[in-house]
Antibody, heavy 123, light 107 residues
């Protein structure tokens, strides 16, 4: 069964660095055609795509957040980490990770999502 | 970056009625890679439609997607109580991926 689970600190102070972990089950980024994205959602607002990491270690980022974001995997390629530097209260929200499978056409988009983890940025 | 504009912002309907949601892109969506997601309160988004018109696994046939280029539509026929939610369109044809601002379907 394919699942993703987000984890990380619930509270972060302004200017600090936030690191979130997405733990993959039932697949890994060693598998051909798979990628993991991070998406966030401020309270009461719309979804915002943040970054993507694929099986070839190719990385893509949101234009507006590119300078503050880093996406990477661990050595086992079963965890995908998202780092957001110099956080601000506007970064408060629920953070999700989701899978995309590139190995069949047409592409399905993000077909499996984690439940998300809530992050509050406050002093 | 391709911006997605959803209309209307909200839709007030009753069970049994049909809903028509629109998503307009600022530029042509590559390969019509436009998806629709449903989000209910406290839940993660759920993929409904991919590549403009393909239903995801397990999605009832009352959900249908159409459109191409820069104009896309999600139609929900015969609304069920569990369909009252927020719906987002999402383009994944070119980086950076983007979402629309959502349409709330309310009773």
């Amino acid at each position: 069964q394919v699942t993703l689970k987000e984890s990380g600190p619930a509270l972060v102070k302004p200017t600090e660095t936030l690191t979130l972990t997405c733990t993959l089950s039932g697949f890994s980024l060693r598998d051909f055609g798979l990628s993991v994205s991070w998406i966030r959602q401020p309270p009461g607002k719309a979804l915002e795509w943040l970054a993507l990491l694929d099986w070839e270690d190719d990385k893509k980022y949101s234009t507006s957040l590119r300078s503050r974001l880093t996406i990477a995997s661990d050595m086992s390629k079963s965890q995908v980490l998202l780092t957001l530097r110099n956080v601000d209260p506007v970064d408060t929200g629920r953070y999700y990770c989701a899978r995309t499978f590139w190995g069949s056409l047409p592409l399905h988009g993000m077909d499996v999502w984690g439940h998300g983890t809530t992050v509050i940025v406050s002093s | 970056e391709k911006m997605l504009t959803q209309s209307p912002g909200s839709l007030s309907l009753s069970p049994g009625e049909s809903a028509t949601l629109s998503c307009t892109a600022s530029d042509t969506i590559t390969a019509n890679y436009l998806a629709w997601y449903q989000q209910t309160p406290g839940q993660a988004p759920r993929l409904l439609i991919y590549a403009a018109s393909n239903r995801a696994t397990g999605i009832p046939d009352r959900f249908s997607g159409s459109g191409s280029g820069s104009d896309f539509t999600l139609t929900i026929s015969r609304l069920e109580p569990e369909d009252f939610a927020v719906y987002y369109c999402h383009q994944y044809g070119s980086s950076p991926w983007t979402f629309g601002q959502g349409t709330r379907v309310e009773f």
